[in-house]
């Protein structure tokens, strides 16, 4: 990463040298983070040398990304594209909260709960596909959907609330499963072991 860094600085000389002094100094901090994970790995009683690196590399990426925005400003397909990922990060976030759904409505035996759950994965899917048809529109062209259809953002966000709430009211109740299975265990071990007298 750091020799990367250093390339990205290498070509932003002259055009971009705001975003050549932020990827010049996130190249010395990927490199300062490699010498001291190779320093642990070599004295591995020193556990302050393993915090310094992933210090060092979460400020790397940091400084990554700043370089990326620099760039960005005077590349309208730079920003689209960074637009683009930080889109794509929040509905792969969302679409891991439908995922666990899915895991957990197998283990649940409440119907009603299962009817909640497939309710709110089927919106949380229509919701996934309407958010990446909206950026790879986006990506192409330089405008979202919502610039041609007037009640797209409007379809798009209630559909995540909808998803969300329903994802909330499923996880309420396989917890309230959950807790009554626990107590049933319970009560079956304690009649189990005979009383101490």
């Not at 932020?22 to 001291?36: E, H, Y």
């Not at 192409?140 to 609330?161: C, G, H, M, Q």
Request: include cysteine.
């Amino acid at each position: 990463m750091g020799s990367l860094c250093i390339a990205i600085s290498a070509f932003a000389h002259q055009s971009y040298p705001e975003a050549q002094a932020f990827a010049l100094a996130s190249a010395s901090l990927f490199l300062t983070a490699f010498v001291l994970s190779f320093l642990f790995e070599i004295l591995r009683k020193i556990q302050i040398l393993a915090l310094m690196s992933y210090t060092s590399t979460a400020l790397a990426v940091f400084l990554l990304f700043i370089a990326i925005f620099e760039f960005s400003v005077n590349v309208p397909m730079i920003a689209r594209t960074l637009s683009g990922a930080l889109g794509l990060v929040g509905i792969i976030f969302v679409s891991s909260l439908y995922y666990s759904m899915g895991k957990v409505v197998r283990l649940i035996k409440s119907k009603l709960a299962h009817v909640i759950a497939w309710i709110g994965i089927s919106l949380g899917i229509l919701f996934d596909v309407l958010a990446i048809l909206d950026l790879l529109y986006f990506l192409l062209s330089d405008k979202y959907i919502s610039a041609k259809i007037d009640f797209f953002p409007a379809l798009v966000v209630s559909l995540l609330f909808a998803s969300l709430a329903l994802a909330i009211i499923f996880f309420l109740f396989a917890r309230r499963e959950l807790k009554k299975e626990l107590k049933s265990l319970t009560d079956d071990a304690r009649m189990r072991v005979p009383e101490l007298v």
